[in-house]
């Protein structure tokens, strides 16, 4: 509803980069295969790109549109082997003309029959000013002066380092390969498991396979004196291999902070379901930055400190903030949040976010109890900042507000309360994974599959919470022995119950004035609510 108004900003290359345009929407992306030599000395790159996928549907103009950011630049692109001269770019998109090539038309389910781009390209990629907020290649050293190499791009897009489809809701539906060539002295590690790593004339060539579905942006090259150890997981769906790399020097004190790391899958389980890619096995890799959920690779730069940089983000009085890991819990929350669950454009990014906050607190009340994850739920509240809504605008690649993080988890927090069922809760958290188990969604799938299992009509909530930056009002004023209520400052028809601080008591409130009997003696001193209600309360005298 708001949205709109605000689109006249945007430039055609936004609409190309963000929405599933005529060169997009007729083939689907089965796998990537990527081929990169990067040059630390130069700070560029050499690669290559083979994409096989399917034809969903007749292109209309039969232009393909492939995204590779500048400076980096197309050398050579073939379809099946056959060359293909006609090729024009256009910003960051290159528009291939396919001229009077057949395609047999796929359905939705099988691979009957695939098509191979091979694409290859070379160029100086974007480096990063200040990752993982400001994505690129990262090309620095670590403390003994040797060669760190990685890559953060979300939200500026994969795009930024290989030539690929760049739109979140088309992820390879069989995984990606991920060759990298490196000088024998060092380590390259990415997504997925290691298929090959041989050595010859002082290059190093190792290959990573994903065997998942993976978002474009997760798919990550980590390069550097790395060393690793591994361990078993014994969990929901069998053993699962997870397996660390870090820096040759932090070895010790990655073997005693990374302990937390079953910690957390065993939390997470217990409220998520299942990590969502066993195949694939779960890796935490030392990064250049503070860290990304890159899929099955998750990149960590917290310091092998408790806490969000050795801060408590809750600022609670009890310091739960800093009783475990931010990036080992924030990060790989997003393994259910984000990973497994994908949303279809970047607008409605809360998915992932509002999630993976909430996932912090459901960390802190399995270890700690259920009080402590509200105090660290309830402590983020002055984070928020309400100053936009947390739905952005669709088809442009543009998030919506930061408050997707902590009003996100407020609203989720908020959400449970009315539900006011814990069991419940938590197998909508489960039953989500399973339900949208490795697919893309949009924020009103989540929304409805969230009312139809709680039994409650919850749109209203979602409409206020994420579509408005007001903070519903709960007003109330005596009128003899009479308490009257009702909300404002919210979305019409806006109906939330909320229940009495300290009582199994509730009001059933709209934005009509109704009324209750103070006889009780509870409402004589004022209405206090609940604390877990991200809402306000006003006394109209
Ligand atoms: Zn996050």
Request: proline share 4%; with cysteine; aromatic share 14%.
């Amino acid at each position: 509803m708001i949205i709109n108004s605000i689109n006249a900003q945007f430039t055609h290359q936004d609409t190309l980069r963000g929405s599933n345009g005529p060169g997009r929407d007729w083939w689907d992306v089965m796998t990537y295969k990527i081929d990169v030599t990067p040059d630390f000395d130069t700070k560029s790159i050499i690669g290559s790109t083979e994409i096989t996928f399917k034809v969903t549907k007749q292109p209309k103009n039969m232009m393909m549109q492939i995204d590779l950011q500048k400076p980096l630049s197309i050398d050579n692109v073939s379809l099946d082997g056959k060359k293909i001269s006609k090729i024009k770019r256009e910003g960051n998109v290159y528009w291939i003309n396919l001229e009077k090539k057949k395609f047999n038309i796929s359905g939705s389910g099988g691979m009957e029959q695939v098509y191979k781009l091979s694409i290859s390209y070379h160029g100086n990629p974007v480096v990063a000013k200040r990752p993982p907020w400001d994505g690129g290649w990262i090309f620095t050293k670590d403390v003994k002066g040797r060669p760190w190499m990685s890559v953060a791009c979300q939200g500026l897009g994969a795009s930024a380092w290989y030539p690929c489809k760049d739109y979140q809701a088309d992820e390879p539906d069989f995984g990606a390969l991920v060759t990298m060539k490196v000088p024998d002295t060092l380590v390259a590690v990415s997504n997925g498991k290691l298929v090959s790593d041989k050595t010859e004339n002082n290059m190093r060539k190792e290959v990573w396979g994903i065997t998942n579905p993976i978002n474009n942006y997760n798919i990550i090259p980590y390069i550097g004196k790395y060393v690793n150890w591994k361990e078993t997981y014994e969990g929901e769906k069998g053993k699962l291999e997870c397996d660390y790399w870090v820096l040759d020097y932090n070895l010790e004190k990655a073997k005693e902070q990374f302990k937390q790391v079953p910690m957390m899958l065993k939390a997470f389980e217990h409220w998520f379901g299942p990590y969502p890619f066993y195949e694939d096995g779960y890796k935490l890799i030392e990064a250049p930055h503070l860290g990304m959920e890159h899929q099955s690779a998750v990149a960590y730069g917290n310091g092998f400190k408790n806490g969000y940089r050795g801060r408590d983000l809750s600022g609670s009085a009890a310091g739960w903030g800093l009783k475990w890991d931010f990036i080992i819990v924030h990060e790989s929350g997003h393994e259910w949040f984000a990973n497994n669950i994908t949303t279809v454009d970047i607008a409605d990014m809360w998915v992932h976010e509002g999630f993976t906050n909430y996932s912090e607190t459901l960390f802190t009340e399995y270890y700690y109890g259920k009080e402590a994850g509200s105090d660290y739920c309830i402590g983020t509240r002055k984070l928020i900042e309400n100053d936009k809504p947390i739905v952005g605008p669709y088809g442009v690649n543009k998030e919506g507000s930061s408050d997707m993080y902590y009003k996100g988890g407020n609203m989720l927090h908020t959400i449970r309360q009315v539900i006011n069922d814990d069991e419940k809760f938590r197998a909508i958290l489960r039953g989500l994974n399973s339900k949208f188990y490795h697919s893309v969604v949009t924020t009103n799938q989540i929304e409805s599959y969230m009312s139809e299992q709680s039994g409650k009509d919850l749109s209203k909530i979602f409409d206020q919470y994420l579509r408005t930056t007001k903070i519903p009002e709960l007003e109330y004023k005596y009128t003899g022995d009479n308490m009257y209520y009702r909300w404002s400052n919210c979305v019409q028809g806006f109906n939330m119950p909320v229940k009495l601080d300290g009582i199994d008591d509730w009001l059933k409130a709209t934005t009509e004035w109704k009324t209750v009997a103070v006889t009780a003696g509870i409402l004589k001193d004022g209405l206090k609510i609940d604390r877990n209600f991200y809402i306000t309360v006003k006394k109209i005298e």
